[in-house]
């Protein structure tokens, strides 16, 4: 299985930040699987973002959750996010990644050993 991110590597204070994950080898709707964004600012541990489902549940975390959406097109295999009314402070490299199930916990999302595979990031800066 292969993830590939893609998106604008610069985005304006206030707009929104979307980014497309592209998967290949395996189908996003196989079952049991979730795919999750996951971002690292700078000197900073993994923050888990949100995550949807092979069946199209989505959850989001507490923290940004009023400003994440995730959706995904299944004819072509990917998932999207889109952050709104980011500040510079979202700058980080963008990773999604493929878990199965659910963590038993929310501190599980977030979690590197808990994820099979993982894109290679991109990184997104959020500046004027």
């Known amino acids: 299985v292969q993830l590939q991110e893609s998106g604008p590597g610069l985005v304006k204070p206030s707009q929104t930040l979307s980014l497309t994950c592209s998967v290949s080898?395996?189908?996003?709707?196989?079952?049991?699987?979730?795919w999750s964004w996951i971002r690292q600012s700078p000197g900073k541990g993994l923050e888990w973002i949100g995550a949807?489902?092979?069946?199209?549940?989505?959850y989001n975390s507490p923290s940004l959750k009023s400003r994440t959406s995730i959706s995904r097109d299944t004819s072509k295999n990917q998932i999207t996010l889109q952050l709104s009314s980011v500040t510079p402070e979202a700058t980080a490299v963008y990773y999604c990644a493929r878990r199965k199930g659910l963590p038993e916990d929310d501190y599980g999302w977030s979690s590197r050993r808990e994820y099979d595979y993982w894109g290679q990031g991109t990184q997104v800066t959020v500046s004027s």
């Open positions: 949807m489902s092979y069946s199209g549940n989505t």
């Open positions: 080898g395996g189908s996003i709707t196989a079952s049991s699987y979730w």
